[in-house]
């Protein structure tokens, strides 16, 4: 079983920063692509930022600029960096991660998400 958590979420004013924080736990045997999405209400879940096992990222064109991925390999985590926050950045905020997991089969390979955190900007 794989769990992915994130950590990080909160309520900042505008223009203010916040860094989210996603482990991924359980029996990996690798992790490809881990990203972040966001959902507000009354929207659909949206790609925010999305980083390879080598490190090539890509952004939504609404957080270029201002939100920055990363990933620490060695721990199984995925960061993303948030500053300039505008009260439209305000969201649940999902980890996701491609896994290859261990197994009585052999190896597995899914898509995981974590359970959400809630950032909140103030205007």
């Known amino acids: 079983q794989v769990h992915l958590v994130e950590s990080g979420g909160g309520l900042v004013q505008a223009g203010g920063s916040l860094r989210l924080s996603c482990v991924v736990s359980?029996?990996?045997?690798?992790?490809?692509?881990m990203g972040w999405y966001r959902q507000a209400p009354g929207k659909q879940r949206e790609l925010v930022a999305a980083?390879?096992?080598?490190?090539?990222?890509n952004y939504a064109d609404s957080v270029k600029g201002r939100f920055t991925i990363s990933r620490d390999n060695a721990k199984n985590m995925v960061y993303l960096q948030m500053n300039s926050l505008k009260p439209e950045d305000t969201a649940v905020y999902y980890c996701?991660?491609?896994?290859?997991?261990?197994?009585?089969?052999?190896?597995?390979?899914?898509?995981?998400w974590g359970q959400g955190t809630q950032v909140i900007v103030s205007s």
């Open positions: 359980g029996r990996i045997f690798s992790i490809n692509a």
């Open positions: 980083i390879t096992s080598d490190g090539s990222t």
């Open positions: 996701n991660a491609d896994v290859v997991s261990r197994n009585v089969y052999g190896r597995t390979r899914a898509e995981y």
